[in-house]
């Protein structure tokens, strides 16, 4: 079977994902990707592959319980996980940076902003481990990403915008395939028919903060973005961000 074949797939009780050619999304439990104790959960975060010529690029870790369905999943695309190459981190909370320590003892280098990889490296409370009742192993980012940085991948273009509130170091990527501009979101919107906003039990989450960053994402136009729970928006997903700023707006302030 050709990878451009179909979208949608079912193995193994999971479906395999292909969003675009070359975009994949991997993981998540909350459409039934990955499994880690609960049906349409939240144990585990949503997880993407971008595939280049010169090796594979991955968005979020997962929780670390469900990384060996993650690469099952890639090898239905005739993914190899030995191929990736960078994994780049929206958030330090255990549903999305918990295999960290895992992808990083493969040789992945793993990407984030310095909130990030300040949490990640210490495993406290900014990683959520008592929502999950687990221990966070902590892990040593590669390379900390600035502001506004702009950086090439594997011959890809991305840039990094810092939009905490969610939890203080919430990260969004952008960047180009095949003629779209996609945005991976993490946590900073929240998932389609279940809320509009990240979940706020962090112990690091802020709602004044949250305000700003949705205003700041609420100006921006992509055409698709990815984000941290639930399904893919392929419809103008400025739509979506401006709708959570507003619940914001009349329920915050």
């Given at each position: ?243 959570a700023f507003n619940h914001a707006l009349c329920e915050?302030?």
């Amino acid at each position: 079977m050709s990878k451009s074949s179909h979208l949608f797939s079912l193995i193994t009780n999971r479906i395999a994902v292909q969003l675009l050619k070359a975009l994949y999304q991997v993981g998540g439990d909350m459409i039934g990707l990955t499994f880690d104790g609960k049906d349409a959960a939240y144990n585990d975060g949503n997880t993407y592959i971008l595939e280049t010529p010169e090796g594979l690029i991955l968005f979020d870790a997962g929780c670390g319980d469900t990384l060996d369905q993650i690469f099952e999943n890639m090898r239905y695309w005739q993914l190899n996980p030995d191929d990736i190459r960078y994994c780049l981190l929206t958030h330090a909370h255990f549903d999305h940076a918990g295999g960290g320590h895992l992808l990083a003892k493969q040789g992945v280098k793993i990407m984030a902003n310095a909130e990030v990889a300040d949490a990640v490296a210490s495993g406290d409370d900014r990683t959520c481990p008592y929502l999950y009742h687990k221990t966070f192993i902590p892990f040593q980012v590669a390379e900390v990403i600035a502001d506004n940085c702009k950086f090439e991948l594997l011959g890809i273009e991305f840039e990094a915008m810092h939009l905490p509130g969610h939890s203080q170091g919430c990260t969004a990527f952008f960047f180009k395939h095949e003629n779209r501009r996609i945005v991976v979101s993490g946590d900073i919107i929240g998932t389609l028919l279940d809320g509009y906003h990240g979940w706020s039990g962090s112990i690091d989450f802020d709602k004044e903060t949250y305000i700003k960053s949705l205003h700041k994402f609420s100006k921006i136009d992509t055409d698709m973005m990815l984000p941290g729970h639930g399904t893919v928006y392929f419809h103008k997903p400025r739509r979506r961000v401006e709708e959570a700023f507003n619940h914001a707006l009349c329920e915050w302030r």
